[in-house]
């Protein structure tokens, strides 16, 4: 188990005696330019076609929160990595860590703030576990008369204290990913980034490892966690906050379960024996309901419709009634509980809908 | 230099090492190879002595030093060359790169670090060639070797820039471009290593003035070969320094500007 306190500097307070917050992102664009294909670099050589990758990113992180970032692949979330982690400059806007801003204060930020590199190839494969973390406690700054011990912990905490004098060439891939967590929190980092850290792990070992942060790295060390994830369950269990991005903007942001309550609120299940009655489609005309879609769920000839309402719980009453009035026959009209993945997939599809806290 | 850095160049340094030591047949058999190499250097050497013996004038009377010196010179240009682009490639490959970059060490030290077991080994190579060349009775000035020393060092800061500039093309293009291969290359036909400068035809004996290993290895060979002191040889030393402090000036602004360049296009780490 992990003991004492990050040994990173103490987080510097605002102008007005405040904390400042862990992560601070205003505004913060950055695109790429587009590979042009030969024939296109022939014909202009200077022209370059810029793909935006972060557009106007705002929000805050607070000392000790452990925040989600959620979204498809290509959604921005790596670029955004990599920007707190000062490998990418950012176009404009601001981007501070505990005050310190990523451009101007590199280094001090990177003492503050380790990201988990996902890479496998990132480890030295020739040397054994315990050489590894050796290594980059120098790098990160750990004092020597603590190295060993350190050390000696996380091989512990990750579960490779028995072959931690391996040769990280001849590991599994999740034992390789226990140890590429394990360099990362070797400097105790007031902020940690985490990208995927459970895809390589086995079941129980994700468990085990979501106990751990949870419980040893955010609540007891009182490290500031910022994870990406594909999976919402893993989001659900760990964050206290979540932000969606697609496409480079931020679709959503709020505790889980205020995105559970303002995107899940108006979604209702019709079981129904005439699927295809034109009273949905009516419905639907009027802007009453804004989406209608068939599910594959029937039971005893009962077929379920999911209906996306516009306006607020009243209103429900009013299409169950209007319903009923045109001669739908209806057996059950129920609120849909969505998963965090429905939710997901809501904000990336239909991104206009969605309200926003911050 | 802090006590801090120091032992983070040692990290790093360390870890090159037991690295490298795992392959530890490649090792033996380099040394093996190092050791055996002298064996026909000595021969031809000898068989060459009448012809160039004349045209070494101040720089030592027998050829097979002359040679070995050369050879020693002409061996640390590599890895002052190929150490910085050769740990950025591949660090950039194996993903490391961008996990020493996320660590709070400055730049110059990471760079230090990832290039000191190469330059250490290389160092490694000459004492064992010096010993090798020794004895098969190559004539060295002993009171002359720490001079030559310093030398050797000024000879790779001068040589370091132009390797920092082959980093600086890896990182924004992933090819460290033709200048290391075009220094090599020159450096060996015009820079004094095999033969003396004089003996090269006059119409192209004036581009050898432009590099720095003429000067590096004319005052190296006359302070381990003639026992000159360092006051002796302090104009061939002064352009030598001059030129590693005006190249490394320019090296590092364009490492600087390469990595700036990377960061800005988001390709740092980019395989």
């Known amino acids: 188990m992990i003991s004492g306190l990050s040994n990173a500097a103490p987080a510097p307070a605002t102008g007005h005696g405040e904390v400042a917050p862990a992560i601070s992102i205003s505004k913060l664009d950055k695109e790429f330019a587009r590979q042009k294909r030969w024939k296109e670099l022939v014909r202009h050589p200077f022209q370059r076609e810029m793909i935006p990758a972060l557009q106007s990113v705002s929000f805050d992180v607070a000392p000790g929160e452990f925040f989600g970032l959620l979204g498809p692949n290509g959604a921005g979330k790596t670029t955004l990595f990599k920007i707190l982690s000062t490998l990418i400059l950012p176009d404009s806007g601001s981007v501070r860590v505990f005050g310190h801003d990523v451009v101007a204060a590199a280094a001090t930020v990177r003492s503050l703030l380790t990201p988990v590199i996902a890479s496998e190839r990132s480890l030295a494969w020739r040397l054994s576990a315990e050489e590894n973390l050796r290594l980059y406690a120098v790098l990160h700054r750990v004092p020597a008369p603590e190295l060993r011990r350190r050390v000696a912990e996380l091989l512990q905490i990750v579960g490779l204290a028995d072959t931690g004098d391996k040769m990280v060439g001849m590991f599994s891939s999740g034992m390789r990913q226990r140890l590429l967590i394990a360099r990362s929190l070797i400097a105790r980092p007031q902020v940690l980034l985490l990208d995927e850290p459970t895809r390589s792990l086995d079941p129980v070992g994700a468990r ?17 966690v910022l994870l990406a994830t594909h999976n919402t369950e893993e989001a659900l269990e760990l964050c206290d906050r979540v932000a969606v991005l697609d496409h480079g903007a931020i679709r959503a942001i709020g505790t889980t379960q205020q995105i559970a309550r303002q995107l899940g609120d108006d979604v209702y299940r019709v079981w ?39 306006g607020s719980a009243d209103e429900a009453a009013h299409v169950l009634a209007f319903l009923i009035e045109s001669g739908v026959s209806v057996s059950r009209f129920e609120r849909r509980e969505l998963s965090l993945a429905d939710l997901i997939e809501r904000v990336v599809t239909a991104p206009n809908a969605i309200p926003r806290d911050a | 230099m802090r006590y801090r850095e120091m032992r983070e160049i040692g990290a790093l340094l360390r870890a090159s090492w037991l690295s490298a030591a795992s392959y530890r047949l490649q090792t033996v058999l380099g ?30 009377d027998q050829y097979f030093s002359f040679l070995l010196v050369g050879i020693i010179a002409y061996g640390f240009l590599g890895p002052a060359l190929s150490a910085v682009p050769g740990a950025i490639g591949g660090g950039i490959r194996s993903g490391t790169l961008e996990a020493y970059f996320s660590t709070p060490v400055r730049l110059p030290v990471l760079l230090a670090g990832l290039s000191a077991y190469t330059l250490l080994w290389t160092l490694l190579r000459t004492v064992l060639l010096v010993a090798v060349g020794a004895a098969f009775g190559a004539e060295f000035s002993w009171g002359g070797l720490p001079s030559g020393a310093l030398i050797l060092m000024l000879i790779v800061l001068a040589h370091l820039p132009f390797g920092l500039i082959s980093a600086a093309f890896v990182l924004a293009f992933r090819t460290g ?13 015009l820079g004094g ?33 003639e026992g000159w002191s360092m006051t002796a ?5 002064l352009i030598l320094c001059v030129m ?8 590092f602004w364009v490492f600087n ?9 988001g390709t740092l780490a980019q395989y």
């Open chain 1, 208 to 224: 085990e490892f979501r106990r751990f942060l949870r419980g040893d790295v955010a609540v007891r060390q009182g490290c500031t």
């Open chain 2, 257 to 265: 500007y390469a990595l700036a360049y990377a960061k800005r296009a």
């Open chain 2, 31 to 60: 040394i093996v190879a190092l050791v055996v190499g002298i064996i026909p250097l000595y021969f031809v050497a000898n068989a060459i002595q009448p012809t160039i013996g004349p045209s070494l004038e101040t720089q030592g």
């Open chain 1, 272 to 310: 129904t024996r005439d699927p295809a009655h034109r009273s949905f489609q009516r419905l639907e005309l009027d802007g009453i309901l804004q989406k209608v879609s068939s599910t594959p769920h029937v039971e005893d000839g009962w077929t379920a419709v999911d209906v996306t309402l516009a």
């Open chain 2, 233 to 237: 040889v302090a104009s061939d030393v």
């Open chain 2, 177 to 189: 471009g033709p200048l290391n291969r075009g220094v090599m290359a020159v450096s060996a036909l």
């Open chain 2, 193 to 225: 290593v095999y033969y003396p400068t004089k003996v090269i035809p006059s119409w192209i004996q004036e581009v050898s003035a432009f590099l720095p290993l003429t000067y590096g290895l004319r005052a190296l060979r006359r302070t381990v070969l």
């Open chain 2, 244 to 251: 590693a402090a005006v190249l490394l000036a320019i090296g």
